[in-house]
């Protein structure tokens, strides 16, 4: 009798397993809870009580002030926040669902105090910053323990271009008290936890960084304009009201409530005529977004916080996990419009993860005054075709497309369907570069990325950004870089595929790369390149 206790309860462990599993087969990962394997509400009854409307709050800032000095203070914890009249348990910076703002300047010495009150384990990475590896600067082989600070010493360069950048979590300690199949990791101090980057992102654990201010670069009858930040996250919200994970069972394609600002369907109001600069951010664990402003355009002058060298006029944004874009939007004549973000696949159906058109923002347009007023006359109502700007901008990138290479290298990601996520046939392995040669300082290298599974990855590098030569075959705008870029799914069996080049300069020690994706990135996509000296 007790053998057969034994069967009935696993026979009803793994029905109800199968039953959280139906949605993660499509990218291989785990099953999708909120508590014991139950699948998560819809997104409808997930933002029940929420109230949409509300005027769009600009994220809490951590700094007004940039002296040349700056000391400022992070503390990770668990708390409920409030989203639009709702009250959910989150992972927070501060308190705040969106984390506080950082701004810095350009040559700027930051001492950030990051305190975790947390049950996990717990550190930072700067989304694009041009920061040293090593040390007390973007080095994520930091860990702040619970209970403990761990103090950050970040120089800025004096050529750090102004733009828009993040920050969130990316913990490297060991996965339920042990290393991933394949993987060498530090094990976790006795008795704590370690959460993974997807769970602790996914709860709350992203800020916006701003670099000096890019509206400086603009022509002149644009440097006074009002700018917003639009920080772009999703919270998957379970029955009992938490978007905390600590088993990681987040997954793209589940229900979830698309957020700006940490609101739901806020609302923006702007005066016709009037023209803005939006930093846009996306600051969630895994979901792209492609975004429309209906009826109007957006006229991109930075991408990945890189000033453009030939700022374009598009229709639509598409914006990988981790990617920014700087914008200038004008509004036509008095009415309403919404910013949306459009439906997108990232694979064929049954491996890539869809994604269904959201309203995200309203934008109301009100009676302007003077210039404002007679710049609409005639725009139709909402928002109405964005500026035309010419390029290059002051701190754009040079062409790397005539460089000499000093090397090329071949960056092959793929899967086995499940749990694991590979870069040229490999785990993650901490003691072990991806390539058995190094980068130099001072060099340019091509890199060909390549993607044989059935959806797209977001490949990120950190330290510089890089140049996209081409996708799938077609070329790319001059001097394009991006920080994050994403690799296309295989198509009948041909992989997909994108050609960047990189600058090495400034900093020695382990470049990291991976998927940004951030179950992907946590489950084996990922590696690194050492670079050192010249000569």
């Not at 717990?122 to 103090?151: V, Y």
């Not at 725009?379 to 109405?384: K, L, R």
């Amino acid at each position: 009798m007790a053998l057969l206790g034994v069967l009935v309860v696993g026979v009803a462990f793994l029905l109800s397993w199968l039953a959280g599993y139906g949605d993660a087969a499509g990218s291989g990962r785990k099953p999708k809870s909120a508590a014991a394997g139950k699948p998560l509400p819809t997104t409808q009854k997930q933002s029940a009580g929420m109230v949409p409307g509300a005027a769009l709050a600009e994220p809490p800032e951590l700094n007004k002030a940039t002296p040349q000095d700056l000391t400022v203070e992070l503390t990770t914890v668990q708390k409920e926040v409030m989203i639009s009249g709702k009250k959910v348990l989150a992972e927070t910076y501060n308190g705040s669902l969106v984390g506080p703002t950082l701004h810095v300047v350009p040559g700027q010495r930051v001492t950030l105090k990051l305190t975790n009150k947390l049950g996990t384990a717990t550190n930072l990475h700067f989304h694009g910053m041009h920061l040293s590896p090593k040390g007390r600067a973007d080095n994520i082989m930091l860990s702040a323990q619970p209970g403990h600070t761990l103090t950050y010493h970040l120089d800025v360069p004096a050529n750090q271009v102004p733009g828009t950048y993040w920050y969130h979590d990316h913990e490297m300690c060991s996965m339920n008290g042990g290393s991933m199949p394949g993987m060498d990791m530090p094990s976790a101090s006795a008795n704590a936890r370690c959460d993974g980057t997807e769970s602790q992102i996914g709860a709350g654990l992203s800020g916006t960084i701003i670099v000096g201010d890019s509206r400086a670069s603009l022509p002149q009858a644009y440097r006074g304009i009002t700018a917003h930040t639009l920080a772009l996250k999703d919270a998957q919200i379970s029955g009992s009201s938490s978007i905390v994970y600590p088993d990681g069972v987040l997954e793209p394609a589940s229900p979830t409530v698309r957020l700006v600002n940490g609101q739901y369907r806020p609302t923006l109001n702007v005066k016709a005529g009037e023209t803005q600069l939006w930093r846009i951010a996306n600051e969630g664990y895994a979901i792209f977004y492609d975004l429309q402003l209906d009826g109007g355009s957006f006229t991109v002058v930075g991408q990945d916080g890189n000033p453009s060298a030939a700022p374009a006029r598009v229709k639509h944004l598409l914006i990988p996990p981790g990617g920014r874009f700087d914008v200038l939007v004008t509004a036509g004549a008095t009415g309403s419009t919404w910013l949306r973000t459009l439906a997108h696949t990232t694979g064929p159906e049954g491996d890539g993860d869809s994604y269904p058109n959201t309203t995200l923002m309203k934008v109301n347009v009100q009676q302007g005054g003077g210039g404002a007023g007679s710049a609409a006359a005639g725009a139709p109502s909402g928002m109405a075709t964005s500026p035309q700007v010419t390029g290059p901008l002051p701190g754009s990138e040079p062409d790397l497309s005539r460089k000499p290479i000093a090397q090329s290298r071949r960056v092959a990601l793929s899967d086995d369907g499940g749990n694991n996520f590979w870069i040229n046939g490999k785990l993650f392995d901490m003691k072990n570069p991806t390539f058995k040669k190094s980068a130099r300082l001072g060099t340019v290298e091509e890199w060909t990325l390549t993607n044989t599974s059935k959806h797209d990855h977001p490949f990120h590098l950190h330290i510089a950004p890089f140049q996209v030569l081409s996708v799938n075959g077609r070329a790319q705008p001059p001097a394009d870089y991006l920080d994050t870029v994403t690799v296309p799914h295989a198509v009948n069996g041909v992989a997909g595929k994108v050609v960047i080049r990189i600058r090495f300069t400034d900093f020695t020690g382990m470049w990291m790369f991976h998927c940004h994706i951030t179950g992907h990135e946590d489950n084996g996509m990922m590696g690194y390149v050492n670079v050192v000296a010249a000569g």
